[in-house]
């Protein structure tokens, strides 16, 4: 049965104009990896399962959203594959129908569990994949995830491409004396298979909050390293895309830039996080966020749910304020948010 469609909207529309397009979905706060950047080796303070929203839950968030005039969902976590529902929750959201009419959903993921569920995700409307892969490098890769999985991921990224989830997308964060020497192999490696390869500078976001601004590998210096194999000539019509795009010698092959901190994308940001829990966000550095889960389960109607996408919306900072020095990271770590 085809879900009713969604009577026209406002769009959400923030105090700076920022019309708001691109909702982030954490499936959950779980991972398959320990990614140092991320999430620390153990005792993660997990949220309770109790709080996770439901698959119903979900798809009633997204088709609110859906109906706010929102044209792409994001699929991410922690590990989006961990969520035994998740063929479920794309089918489902797939599906929607809002002014703008059907919205894309993708997901990134860390790939391991792709060998089995790219086919499915892809039958059941999953558009395409974004996968973390920093380093080529088994020993690296096993330092960095903190598990021996590199082959997994590298199977996983194949799955995907047999199954038609492109254009894939990889991601690096790139971390100085870790994998920095490495951002030409990872380009090449890209090119050769028609992926395109991002990299990202590594923000305030890990759990055992050890950032340090100057120990960051800025965009700056991944071009400079670029440059010295590759012709860059700069893509034009970067819109809200977080990544600066660049032809590698003269295209088609692309490679991304994402300067989250040296150069933030924030005037033109058009996204909005859920949470696992429930919980909507405007920013990834948001210090307050819109309780949905409390709403859901306390009988709320549609209206009081897109009440509340506006005014989590209404509160948007224009920046994130890295650099400012009263900045706070916030509690969660990035693998509670969803990136
Ligand atoms: N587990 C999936 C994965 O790794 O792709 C999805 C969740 S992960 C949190 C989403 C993205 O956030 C990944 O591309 C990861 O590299 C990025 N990320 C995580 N911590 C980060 C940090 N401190 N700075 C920059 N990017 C980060
Ligand atoms: Fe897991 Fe992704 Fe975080 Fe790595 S970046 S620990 S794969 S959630």
């Not at 469609?5 to 320990?34: K, M, Q, W």
């Not at 400079?224 to 700069?234: D, I, K, N, V």
């Amino acid at each position: 049965m085809t879900p009713p469609v969604a009577p026209l909207a406002e769009p959400l529309v923030d105090r700076f104009g920022r019309v708001h397009r691109d909702l982030r979905v954490s499936l959950t706060d779980r991972c398959s990896l320990r990614c140092t950047y991320c999430m620390p080796a153990d005792g993660v303070p997990w949220l309770p399962g109790a709080d996770t929203l439901t698959t119903d839950e979900l798809v009633r968030v997204a088709g609110v959203a859906v109906g706010l005039g929102v044209t792409e969902i994001r699929l991410t976590g922690g590990e989006p594959l961990l969520r035994r529902d998740v063929v479920d929750v794309v089918r489902r959201m797939a599906r929607l129908e809002g002014p703008a009419g059907r919205p894309e959903v993708s997901m990134t993921t860390n790939a391991l569990r792709l060998p089995m569920l790219a086919g499915p995700l892809r039958e059941a409307g999953l558009a395409r994949v974004n996968v973390s892969l920093d380093t080529l490098d088994r020993e690296r890769f096993r330092a960095l995830t903190r598990r021996d999985r590199l082959d997994d991921t590298l199977a996983g990224i194949a799955a995907a491409d047999a199954a038609g989830l492109r254009p894939i997308k990889l991601n690096a964060v790139a971390m100085r004396g870790v994998n920095d020497d490495e951002v030409v192999d990872l380009v090449a490696f890209a090119v050769e298979r028609g992926y395109e390869m991002r990299f990202i500078e590594q923000m305030p976001l890990d759990a055992g909050h050890t950032w340090v601004r100057a120990r960051m590998v800025t965009g700056e210096e991944i071009l400079e390293r670029l440059r010295g194999r590759y012709a860059l000539t700069e893509v034009p019509g970067r819109g809200s895309a977080p990544a600066q795009l660049w032809h590698v010698d003269g295209g088609p092959a692309t490679v991304g830039v994402i300067a989250s901190v040296t150069a933030p994308f924030c005037g033109a940001c058009d996204r909005v996080r859920l949470t696992a829990d429930g919980q909507l966000r405007s920013c990834l550095f948001a210090r307050t966020e819109t309780d949905l889960r409390v709403l859901l389960r306390s009988g709320a109607d549609d209206d009081a749910l897109a009440t509340a996408f506006r005014r989590c919306i209404a509160g948007k900072r224009p920046g994130h304020d890295i650099d400012d020095p009263t900045f706070l990271q916030p509690d969660r770590p990035m693998s509670a948010i969803g990136g």
